[in-house]
C-alpha cells in the first residue's frame, strides 16, 4: 500500500509564500511522476504542476513564474514552493503520484488548504 501526506498549507496575505511538501511511503518500487492539483470551492480539481521521472515539468497558465515544483528522489518527496500567491490561488491543494509497486497505480493525498487573504 501506498501513503501521500501532504503538509505546508495555511493562512497567507496576498504576496506571501508558503511550501507545501508531500512524502510518499510504502512498497514502492518506482515514481513515475509526483505533482499538485487542487480544488476551489465549486470548481472541479485542476492541475498545478506535475514533475515526471525525467524531470519534465508541466505548470497551470495561471501559476506559471510564480509556482517551482521540486523532488527529493531519496525521500520520495515533492515540493511546491509558492511564490506571490493570489486569493484565487485559495483552494484544496492535493498531491498525486503515479507509482509502480507490484502494479501501476494512481495514488493522491488527503488535502492541504491554502488560504490567501487579500
Known amino acids: 500500500q501506498v501513503q501521500l501526506v501532504e503538509s505546508g498549507g495555511g493562512t497567507v496575505q496576498a504576496g506571501g509564500s508558503l511550501r507545501l511538501t508531500c512524502a510518499a511511503s510504502?512498497?514502492?518500487?518506482?515514481?513515475?511522476?509526483m505533482g499538485w492539483y487542487r480544488q476551489a470551492p465549486g470548481k472541479l480539481r485542476e492541475l498545478v504542476a506535475v514533475?515526471?521521472?525525467?524531470?519534465?515539468?508541466n505548470y497551470a497558465d495561471s501559476v506559471k513564474g510564480r509556482f517551482s515544483i521540486s523532488r527529493d528522489n531519496a525521500k520520495n518527496t515533492v515540493y511546491l514552493q509558492m511564490n506571490s500567491l493570489k486569493p484565487e490561488d485559495t483552494a484544496v491543494y492535493y498531491c498525486?503520484?503515479?507509482?509502480?509497486?507490484?502494479?501501476?497505480?494512481?495514488?493522491w493525498g488527503k488535502g492541504t488548504l491554502v488560504t490567501v487573504s487579500s
Open positions: 498525486n503520484a503515479k507509482i509502480t509497486t507490484v502494479y501501476d497505480g494512481n495514488y
Open positions: 510504502g512498497d514502492i518500487a518506482r515514481i513515475n511522476s
Open positions: 514533475l515526471g521521472s525525467g524531470g519534465n515539468t
